[in-house]
């Protein structure tokens, strides 16, 4: 898979559960898996809505990318073949997240 560009990085990175999904991957070994939305914190989001969003835009996207690998059955993501290349911005924003404005994560 061809390694996404940078306008692909920032689009995948513009929306905050596919940042806070990024973000929980960041510490994760290349294959731990994830239950999403379970373990990803979106308590201020209404539930039905996310539940389409994820599943029809969300991780179609992040997949189509190669920055995940989506488990559709199981709703388990992991690390994508080009998680690497988006790492370093997913750094820069773990590292100043207690300066980042309220939202942005």
Do not use: C, Y
């Not at 692909?8 to 994760?28: E, G, I, K, T, V």
């Not at 690998?69 to 924003?93: C, R, T, Y």
């Amino acid at each position: 898979m061809e390694t996404p560009h940078v306008d692909d990085a920032f689009r995948a990175l513009s929306n905050p559960f596919r940042r806070r999904l990024l973000l929980a991957l960041l510490d994760q070994k290349p294959h731990d898996k994830i239950i999403v939305p379970g373990e990803i914190d979106l308590s201020e989001t209404d539930p039905h809505r996310l539940e389409t969003a994820l599943f029809h835009n969300h991780l179609p996207m992040l997949a189509d990318l190669g920055v995940i690998e989506w488990e559709q059955d199981s709703h388990m993501v992991s690390k994508g073949s080009n998680f690497e290349a988006i790492q370093p911005l997913l750094e820069l924003i773990d590292n100043h997240r207690d300066e980042l404005p309220d939202g942005w994560i």
